[in-house]
């Protein structure tokens, strides 16, 4: 079968969804390109982001899908409700692994649902369907991501958002399933997650059954291609098996940013302290060893990089997923935090809420310098994040992110 790559288009005022053909000035484009692309030309830039003439676009890689070593990522575009221009937010996924082998190039998502329910998209070879999806609203995302897989069988794809983005909250982030099934790997920055939820549009499911996997053109020169970048990933100390990210995660950075001055102290008002060992990468790995927990760790099949990891509670209890480096910098220093197990949980508060963490651990910062905890309150932290989660009116001052947090509390 000789089907080439489709766009499927999801019509959220309508609940319709249809695949189209690739436009041919699309076909060399592939994740950010992609969306980055069909966002410049198709959304108006004086639309409200949150309204029914943003777009949100989702694509995976070029080669996504195929052989080609630690390419299982995946781009998301939209205007931005943060920031008011084009943003791309990405992750490693076999999400898009599994978007790759369907010849899915594109799914636009375009609209918006006009009640108040919330929908599941699934997405099948053939097609897609809406089911309403009101059950998992106000729910965490790992409880209801065990309750999806149950309902949709262990080998589908999951993209959702979180009760952050139930509340339009601009620091919140789409979430896609790891390898474990855990909600932790996300497309966080510029608050797509509530682009998403204000259509309606509540999970993706991807069943890929029946998928005729990546089309390959020339053989010979894709195998010399992915020997050639095998080889270089391989070799190089930074991404080498042994090397320093498939022994430390990105977290290596953290003791090397800090030597240099630049590693976040108590809301960006220093660059150095010397604690931040205590939550350096090294550190780290050896605690994970410790508990049963798992690293070097793959965010996607086919990554040879593997700087991922799976984080624990003492005793192997309470999987959180990857603890990144700027998830540590952002909810550990920033906040005046140098304790994993304090970070582990702010942490998987962020996965469970569908938080950006980058955005969460700046909104917090500046929530401790306005007042609200003191800089080094952990358990205040994890309390202001509850606020969201009962989207009280803090809640929802907090979930809108970093400035809008400031300009609240009369932090400059």
Known sequence: NTMSKRILRVDMTKLEAKFEDVPADF?????????????????????HPLGAYNKLVFAPGLVTGSKAPTSGRLSVGAKSPLTGGIKEANAGTNFAQKLGRMRIAAIVVEGKYKGEDYYLLKITNDGAEFVKANKWSNKGLYDTYEE?????????????VGIASEILGAATGICFNDPEGLPSRYAGRGGLGAVMASKGLKFIIVDETGALGVEILNEEAFKMGTRKLS???TSHDVTKPGGALNSYGTSVLVNIINEAGGLPQRNFSSGQDDRSEKVSGEVKAEEIRKRGGTRPHFCSPGCIIQCSEVWTKPGGKDPVGVLEYESVWALGPNCGIYDLDVIGELNRAC???????????GLLGVAMEGGLTEFGNGKGALKLLDEVKNKTPTGRILANGTAFTAQALGVT
């Open 148 to 160: 999806l897989y149950k309902e949709y069988g262990d080998k589908v794809g999951i993209c959702g």
């Open 351 to 361: 996965n469970d809420l569908g938080l950006d963490t980058i955005e969460a651990g």
């Open 27 to 47: 076909v060399a484009l592939g994740g950010r390109a992609l969306t980055s692309t069909i966002v410049a030309k198709e959304v108006d830039p004086l639309c």
């Open 231 to 233: 080889n270089a990933l």
